[in-house]
Antibody, heavy 120, light 106 residues
Framework: QVQLQESGPGLVKPSETLSLTCTVSGGSVSSGSYYWSWIRQPPGKGLEWVGHIYYTGGTNYNPSLKSRVTISVDTSKNRFSLKLTSVTAADTAVYYC????????????WGQGTPVTVSS | SYELTQPPSVSVSPGQTASITCSGDKLGDKYVCWYQQKPGQSPVLVIYEDTKRPSGIPERFSGSNSGNTATLTISGTQAMDEADYYCRAWDSSTVVFGGGTKLTVL
């Protein structure tokens, strides 16, 4: 059974960089069959796709966040990471990592989510 | 950018059929997934590739997609089905979510 676990600071100051890591167990980030995603949910609002990465290192990002987002993968530690620069209060959200099975298969495995607040 | 539109809320009586729609330009040309999210929990995939159910998802959940509209149908709705539901599609290598629909079972 694949499990994903997010980790990182729960509080980030405005204008600084949000950094989160998703550690994968029960499966390998090196598997060519999947991609690894970050999805966020502001308080009381809906889901927003942030971006995803393939084991090759290829990435796709939400166009509205593209200039501030970097997703990377560390195959040696079986984890992937999110960096979001120049954060504002609008970036306050629960951040989920997930495993995607393909463009049509959706994200079948999700982490429990980690809340991040942007505040001074 | 591509947009998916869902009704903010849908109500259904227990045992009846609930239908939640998701609209987008030529959505029938894309594959749609549906997620269920209960308060304080992570989303759960309930339908993928328009009509397929992942292992462990009850048969009362079904999906369809044609034209500009995809529909999630819950037959014999139970109290435990009360949740937020999100549609999702893939467009030009990006993922798009609908705004979500709150299903109330009353």
């Amino acid at each position: 059974q694949v499990q994903l676990q997010e980790s990182g600071p729960g509080l980030v100051k405005p204008s600084e960089t949000l950094s989160l890591t998703c550690t994968v167990s029960g499966g390998s980030v090196s598997s060519g069959s999947y991609y690894w995603s970050w999805i966020r949910q502001p308080p009381g609002k809906g889901l927003e796709w942030v971006g995803h990465i393939y084991y090759t290192g290829g990435t796709n990002y939400n166009p509205s966040l593209k200039s501030r987002v970097t997703i990377s993968v560390d195959t040696s530690k079986n984890r992937f990471s999110l960096k979001l620069t120049s954060v504002t209060a609008a970036d306050t959200a629960v951040y989920y990592c997930a495993r995607g099975g393909g463009s049509s298969s959706g994200e079948g495995y999700w982490g429990q989510g980690t809340p991040v607040t942007v505040s001074s | 950018s591509y947009e998916l539109t869902q009704p903010p809320s849908v109500s259904v009586s227990p045992g009846q059929t609930a239908s939640i729609t998701c609209s987008g330009d030529k959505l029938g040309d894309k594959y749609v997934c549906w997620y269920q999210q209960k308060p304080g929990q992570s989303p759960v995939l309930v339908i993928y590739e328009d009509t397929k159910r992942p292992s462990g998802i009850p048969e009362r959940f079904s999906g369809s997609n044609s034209g500009n509209t995809a529909t999630l149908t819950i037959s014999g709705t139970q109290a435990m089905d009360e949740a937020d539901y999100y549609c999702r599609a893939w467009d030009s290598s990006t993922v798009v979510f609908g705004g979500g629909t709150k299903l109330t079972v009353l």
